[in-house]
């Protein structure tokens, strides 16, 4: 592999169209609540692929589609372009396996999201509570003390200092590599089991951040989403476990 | 080391020699399905050894042949030219033990059958099912649509995205790295209970690459060959469970 | 990530005013000995803090503040200038994840050491003993034999090669790559439980070090620290719990 | 640390005296038999250490003398120039903790042996059986067919391909990278149970390096030096222990 990250445009794009004053990623994490958000505005808003990215930080392994061609495990940039709303959407199969990728990754996202004028990431994920929860809370987090007192008023709550020991992987490291270059930085957290693919917790996160970015967003068939994400993930987490026999078998 | 992967063409080999329009790989995984298909087809065909891979993505040892005599563990590559098949073959003792290594392997692999000229790639592996398995499916995923009539012809299952977590290791890796070369990658996996070397699978396997590649080749002594190199392996484990207390001993 | 390493120096500070003859090292360890002693000698001196190391070799996470504010979680050096003592301190959230990454940053720490004209170096740190301790002892190690009898005189005991295995992490390392330079090293390391955060330890470690810098420290309120740094720490410790579930979630 | 691997001649000697036809290696592993053998031959012929190598894939700790003083945990070559024998040794305190590590150093320290002239490489290493031995076997293993013979002599045993999967960290490596500069490789493996430091085996492995390199040592006070060594060794391992909760708690 000739570079440790290849980030691919799609051929027939310019990538000067891509400009967009706003990023929201939604990487897989505890109860994939972030993944489940940001795949379904996709879906919603009609977003169009702009980029694929390849790592050796992923898992060393191809995904196979349903019609069984294969893939590299990727992440992916997706661009909507609307009327009230310009907005770059972060999503993936997986984050980095190592720290050191972590980094690399994260630092790299938000370089991008420089490049293409980006003033604003939001940055999604679940809050893993180890329990049922009735009514999720939204956690948030910022990169500048300013953004704060905008964000609670969509009901976002800021604990004291909660999440304890802070906020990991891309969800996190975005928001302190976004600091140096002035780009504003929201974590938005949606309580959650963590056993779970949790759409309700997802819908409680998609409403305030359609708040938030000033969109209307029907979120009917989220449940159906997250059954489809659940099933798909069991079968992954499944493949994962006899992955790692084989890792261990072939190593 | 002076580099991380290292190709060492045997010397009284030309290189120009080396042309081939598939290569088949069939490196260590589960049940050793591919392994042993591969191997029984360097061994039947009389396929020469042209190169031998060293990386210190491989495990930090040397193997022991019968006669004491030692060498640093490898991938190698085969050549076999006939009247109606020529060929490349990619065997070896282990495949990378971390997941960069995985990566940076596969990608060289493909990039090594891009210079010989190959078309296309037949990765050969085992599905771990975790039970015994009375007749073994032949399971198959492409790296392009368009491969996958011609394979289903031959039996071969295409399930609906099964594997469903995706295929890891080169078997799945090289297909991937394949596709933007325009090489053509198909992978076939015997369905296998992962915790043997499994001969029934192979030869199921065996008799539908023959079919694909258009050549009869006798497969009477597989299973001959299987209980030797479940020896083998079993010696190789033991070992490497005293290789884990001996790396922790002198780490 | 551009650099493994980056340090970023506070800006409105001139970087040839740090000329310092000391540097005190209280890195995260054992029983957080030495983080409570680094810091609480920057807050009673009132210590200002002059530069921020960031690195992959920490965990991929950012810290959340009290304030609902993230930051990369980094080293960061202080610097203090009076009347008796000018100085050095050198502290953080945490030391490296990985082998590599010690290496790396301890050899860094003493190259701005060294280059701030630092004559001596004082790492400090626990001792786990694995049980409560009446009377804590407070062990010390150097990185010439000529520093001994000074060290000894205060009340440090040298015991024979007590801990027997080494000095690990950034502690010992420093002294290690402080020897070619001629830069005096002296590890301090309080016995401990190693359970909880130990003021007792603490007190004893900040009596003996504030006589061989020769200073004066009010300790009274060491106790309460320990106890906001205990509170601190096990969220962090439930948040890591949590965290690396996570990192084999989104891996 | 500005290179991952330093190799520091002692001042004094002059790099170009160190001419020997012979390398023996005696790094930590299994028994520390070869450990044993090999430090033992340096005190009773009073070889002179000529190099030290530190590197970032050693343990991240310094060791601690019994006078308190620290060093960074080391590899070393001694020099022996007797009337009958020249020959470097390799000793040290730990071999490599990565795989990655393993293949470097050990690729290092033959391109170090040829550039000295070294014709000949012995590797000393204990074969763990997990039982006691009452008497403990020699087996061998060579990189040159052509050596088998005069090895065999001495009572050194080649069980067929035993150890059957190979001989893992510097004692198998250095055989494998000696290959192609036409250096003879022998490795020597003392049968022993793998728990304790096995005099009883370095003995039975001394007397016949002693038989293969033409000299005649003392073997009384093996047993003495063993039984130190096994108590310095279990004060690392109590301390190993306690390291690898303090990186967990400090990473």
Redesign the interface.
């Known amino acids: 592999?000739?570079e440790?990250i290849s980030v691919r445009f799609i051929e027939e794009k310019d990538e000067e169209e891509f400009f967009a004053p706003l990023l929201i990623e939604g990487?897989?994490?505890?109860g994939h609540v972030g993944k489940l958000v940001a795949e379904h505005l996709i879906q919603e808003l009609g977003a169009e692929k702009i980029a694929e990215i390849?790592s050796?930080?992923f898992?060393?392994?191809?995904?196979?589609?349903?019609?069984?061609?294969?893939?590299?495990?990727n992440n992916e940039l997706y661009h909507y372009q609307g009327d009230n709303l310009t907005c770059l959407f972060l999503v993936g199969d997986?984050?980095?396996?190592?720290?050191?990728g972590?980094?690399?990754l994260?630092?790299l996202y938000v370089d991008i999201a420089h490049r293409f004028g980006v003033k604003r990431i939001y940055t999604l994920g679940g809050y893993?509570v180890g329990h049922f929860v009735e009514t999720p809370r939204i956690l948030?987090?910022?990169?500048?003390?300013s953004l704060?007192e905008e964000i609670e008023k969509t009901g976002v709550i800021?604990?004291?200092?909660?999440?304890?020991?802070?906020?990991?992987?891309a969800a996190?490291?975005m928001?302190?590599?976004a600091?140096p270059f002035g780009i504003e930085?929201v974590?938005l957290m949606g309580e959650t089991s963590?056993y779970l693919v949790d759409p309700k917790s997802a819908t409680l996160l998609l409403e305030i951040l359609c708040k938030l970015i000033g969109i209307e967003v029907d979120t009917s068939n989220l449940h159906e989403r997250a059954a489809e994400m659940e099933d798909?993930l069991s079968?992954?987490?499944?493949?994962?476990k006899?992955?790692e026999?084989?890792?261990s078998?072939?190593?």
Chains 1, 2, 3, 4 share one sequence.
């Open positions: 592999m000739k440790n990487l897989p994490g505890i390849t050796l930080y898992p060393p392994q191809v995904i196979l589609g349903v019609d069984g061609v294969t893939r590299l495990c997986f984050q980095s396996t190592s720290n050191e972590h980094y690399h994260s630092s893993g948030g987090a910022v990169n500048q003390i704060k800021f604990g004291e200092g909660e999440p304890g020991g802070g906020i990991i992987g996190g490291l928001l302190g590599f600091q930085g974590c963590g798909a079968k992954i987490a499944e493949q994962e006899g992955q026999e084989e890792l078998y072939i190593g």
